[in-house]
């Protein structure tokens, strides 16, 4: 299977809250990542969390990390038409190798 | 300003011919990164340096080749033994120094061989 699972696309509408999940399968990770990538352009990192924690919020952006089931989330609260975007979960398994990337959640905002 | 950068953004070769992608980072990082990028697929880890004149191929190595003669420079060739060089490609960079590992990412180059 593959190493990291995202859900292909979410479509919300304006004002509400969107939930991102990711899933991956290699509990030894240090750091998982959240990346966003607007149409043509590179990946822009959102945020992280470090494996020891539960939780992380910065703004409208919440992420959960459950590590039992090996799942992580990204809330975006009162999402806007600019969020819309791929947005990737990924995985750092040990300090410097490559990062372990999701196929990338497409996020699309209706107003 | 500090950043990785990629040119051409957008590239057009013919069939048969070798393509030289270029990216260039002024972070002063050592370890950079190449991946490709097709729709649905995600990310695909090309090749990876982790310090100049040394570098390791990823998991989708086969029809590339790369060079690290200067910290600052990473360059990816696409050879005409890639088989569909068609796709969007990412070069990245990271600080040992940096806790988090995070990678930072240029703007990307689009291949389309004709």
């Known amino acids: 299977g593959e190493d990291v699972e995202q859900s292909l696309f979410l479509s919300v509408r304006e004002g509400d809250s969107s939930v991102i999940n990711c899933t991956y399968t290699d509990s030894s990770s240090t750091y998982l990542y959240w990346y966003k990538q607007e149409p043509g352009a590179g990946l822009q990192l959102l945020t992280y969390i470090f494996s020891n924690m539960d939780m992380k919020q910065d703004q409208r952006l919440t992420v959960l990390l459950n590590k039992k089931d090996k799942h992580l989330s990204l809330r975006i609260a009162d999402t806007q038409t600019g969020d819309s975007a791929i947005y990737f979960c990924?995985?750092?398994?040990?300090?410097?190798?490559?990062?372990?990337f999701g196929k990338g959640t497409t996020l699309s905002v209706s107003s | 300003d500090g950043g990785i950068t990629q040119s051409p953004k957008y590239l057009f070769r013919k069939e048969g011919q070798n393509v030289t992608l270029s990216c260039e980072q002024n972070?002063?990082?050592?370890?950079m990164y190449w991946y490709r990028q097709d729709p649905g697929q995600g990310l695909r880890l090309i090749y990876y340096?982790?310090?100049?004149?040394?570098?390791q191929k990823g998991d989708i190595a086969e029809g590339y080749s790369v060079s690290r003669e200067k910290k600052e420079s990473f360059p990816l060739t696409v050879t005409s033994a890639q088989k569909n060089p068609t796709a969007f490609y990412l070069c990245?960079?990271?600080?040992?120094?940096?806790?988090?590992?995070?990678?930072?990412f240029g703007p990307g180059t689009r291949l389309t061989v004709l």
């Open positions: 990924a995985e750092s398994r040990r300090a410097g190798t490559a990062l372990i």
């Open positions: 972070l002063n990082h050592d370890a």
């Open positions: 990245a960079s990271r600080s040992p120094r940096d806790s988090n590992n995070e990678q930072f």
């Open positions: 340096s982790q310090i100049v004149n040394d570098f």
